[in-house]
Structure formats: structure tokens, C-alpha cells
């Protein structure tokens, strides 16, 4: 039996936690850390796992999961 091309998935969690002073301020480093992601996934520089993530000054904030899978469909 021959199976047509997959259809990719992508699953993407993310889990960051940040203390501020004010919530403007968590709001920003929280935006420009979520920024900085999306870039770096545009690029596609993650491989499926749990990858730790760190703010602008390196210190941790969190994790990002990313998980691709591919589904098959019969002809």
C-alpha cells in the first residue's frame, strides 16, 4: 500500500516565569524573551525536546517544549 506525502505537526509549549518590579516591566521581558523564540524557531533551531530557556542576561526563565510529528493519509 503506498501513502502520500505526511502533513507535519508541530507542538510548541512554553513555560516562563518572571519577577519584576512592575508589570510593564515582567510584560516586556517576558515579549522581547517570546520574540527572541520566535526567531530562533523561525530558524529552526530546535529539535524535539524540552529546551531551557534564558532572558537577555542569560539568567533561566523557563522551558520551551517543541515536538514535530508527521500523519500519514492513505490514497
Not at 18 to 38: C, E, H, M, Q, S
Not at 45 to 53: G, K
Request: charged letters at 30%.
Amino acid at each position: 500500500m503506498e501513502f502520500e506525502e505526511g502533513t507535519l505537526h508541530l507542538q510548541c509549549d512554553v513555560e516562563l516565569e518572571f519577577v519584576g518590579p512592575t508589570v510593564a516591566v515582567v510584560n516586556k521581558w517576558a515579549a522581547d524573551t517570546l520574540r527572541k523564540l520566535a526567531d530562533r524557531i523561525e530558524q529552526n533551531e530546535f529539535d524535539s525536546a524540552w529546551h531551557d530557556v534564558t532572558d537577555n542576561v542569560g539568567k533561566p526563565v523557563g522551558k520551551l517544549y517543541v515536538d514535530y510529528s508527521e500523519t500519514f493519509e492513505e490514497p
